[in-house]
């Protein structure tokens, strides 16, 4: 129900699942016995249309599931890979986990913090260029230290290929 | 072979065949390799068969647990009426482990393979590949390889044209360690939190949607078309060591050693070549300290316990550890230990699904004494606390990681306990700001 107080956001939410978003899902519940099966492919979908989920895309997607809000909360928050805070135009996760650390991912890290401008950890630069998130093994100790910038693993990075590497983001 | 490096003559390549090979990676390239011909011959018999086969290879689970995989294929129902599933876990995230990440890469259709002959085996007309979200490339590989294996009428409708149906879904994680644990992947499947599950009900009798499961790690299932292929006595024969433990296993091999990467050998080959002849031993000037030989979640061991230890599960038991996952962490003498295993622990706490009183208190209060003690407030009584605190984190729990947390704690203080007096008693200027 809309209300006078309303925030913008919320009266001018544009559903995710519509048109063509919402056939993939539909051919998804094809595809598992239950829809809620469907509850991280359609997370995904929210966040790779939208770049993050908002509480407005957790009521729709509860909506879509058939399940309710609070639900897809729980199950949002449990997993680190959905952001529920709008986000830099490049996401760059960092493994500092006990292999990559003893390879130096830490100096990395640092690096990254401010060659990006942010500083600090998991806040976006002014420029709304990068988000930078410190996270746990990413599966590839062997090539310390691996970094995710959005969809693009990176393995062997150093202090001195940050800069290098973060020109390709705009 | 030692992927990124040219096979080491020590290696016993079967796996890792064709890692680097990117003309394996299509279905065509697949099967002139001699691709789905273990499948086919799977096909020409009974599903029991194949099972008995698997069994007599000696084949055990390669995601840490080291189950025998026949034995656990048999636990399916016969004839129960019910819908049956397979569940490849493709989460990979124990520290220290990256081999299901290039068997993945490499070779995708041997996966597929090793999938759609489980699943005949098992009576499964689903497979489910959960492969953890930040395996971007894996992920885009895979979808490709099982959209061509569509195409080429490998799976569907008919196995191969001929058999079962068999339908395979890649599943994308999103970010949770536990999900890696078989039935807190299986709550995330259903579009749940990734908690574990109280077993029993075991997977095979109510597994993923209630219904009989089966989870095998990627590598033990890239493992059966070979077994297939050619013969469990081959297989059975792959045994340096001792008669338990067969065939062959990627180990993961990272921290400081010179040519970190994968390397594939015979059961029961000693930890040392692995370590020093193939991975090129510690950066010059450097000595061995310790070893965390499968994955993060074993025991630490010293430089001692290494010596003569061989790469099976007997091997590494005897030497105080476990095989695990076969992700060997090396560290060299430069290696801060009581920093490491805090680290160790701050990733345990991080990943606590949080369910279990034990687990989710316990790896955050390690977690803060560590600190303390690295910020230089550490008390002398700190290390009966943490000893104390992982006692009661070991054996109480839903799943094992609150034992993992616990694991290189005990270790870490029982073999390096001067590094952590030192920070007691000041000795060590502090390597961490007082929290
Ligand atoms: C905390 C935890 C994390 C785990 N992570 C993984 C994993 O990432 N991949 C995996 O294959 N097995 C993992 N396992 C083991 C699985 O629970 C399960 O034993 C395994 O997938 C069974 O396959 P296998 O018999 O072929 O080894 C994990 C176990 C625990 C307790
Ligand atoms: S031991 Fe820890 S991770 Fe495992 S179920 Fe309990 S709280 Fe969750
Ligand atoms: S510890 Fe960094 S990728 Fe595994």
Known sequence: ?170 | MGYPYPPDEKETVVLSQYFGDEGARSYQGWVKRGGYQALEAALAMEPGAVTDVVKASGLRGRGGAGFPTGLKWSFMPKDSGKDHYLVCNADESEPGTFKDREIMRWTPHGLIEGCAIAAYAIGAECCYVYIRGEFTEPLAIMAKAVAEAYANGVLGEKLLGTGPRLEMIIHRGAGAYICGEETGLMNSLEGRRGNPRIKPPFPAQAGVFGLPTTVNNVETLAAVPHIINRGADWYQGICLGNEKSTGTKLYSVCGHVQKPGNYELAMGTPLEELIFDMAGGMPPGRTLKAVIPGGSSVPIMDAEDVKGCLLDYEGVVERGSMLGSGGVIVMDDSTDMVYQIYRLTRFYAHESCAQCTQCREGTAWTVKILERILGGHGKESDLDLLLDLADNMTGTTICVLSDSCAAPVVSGIAKFRSEFDAYLSGARPPALAAH
């Open chain 1, 1 to 170: 129900m809309s209300t006078a107080g309303a925030s913008a956001s919320e009266t001018s939410y544009q559903p995710v699942f519509t048109g063509e978003t919402m056939a993939a899902l539909e051919t998804l519940f094809e595809r598992y016995p239950t829809k809620q099966a469907c509850m991280l492919p359609a997370l995904w979908m929210v966040q790779e249309a939208r770049g993050w989920i908002s509480e407005r895309a957790m009521a729709e997607v509860a909506e879509v599931i058939g399940v309710t809000p609070a639900y897809v909360k729980g199950v949002v928050t449990f997993y680190t890979m959905y952001h529920t805070h709008p986000v830099g135009r490049n996401v760059i996760q960092v493994c500092t986990t006990t292999p990559c650390s003893l390879c130096g991912a830490e100096a990395v890290l640092r690096t990254i913090l401010q060659e990006t401008g942010c500083e600090e950890l998991g806040r976006t630069s002014t420029d709304g260029r990068f988000t930078v998130q410190e996270v746990e093994c990413l599966g590839a100790c062997g090539f310390a230290t691996p970094i995710l910038v959005n969809d693009d693993f990176i393995e062997s990075v150093t202090p001195e290929r940050v800069a290098g590497l973060l020109e390709g983001y705009k």
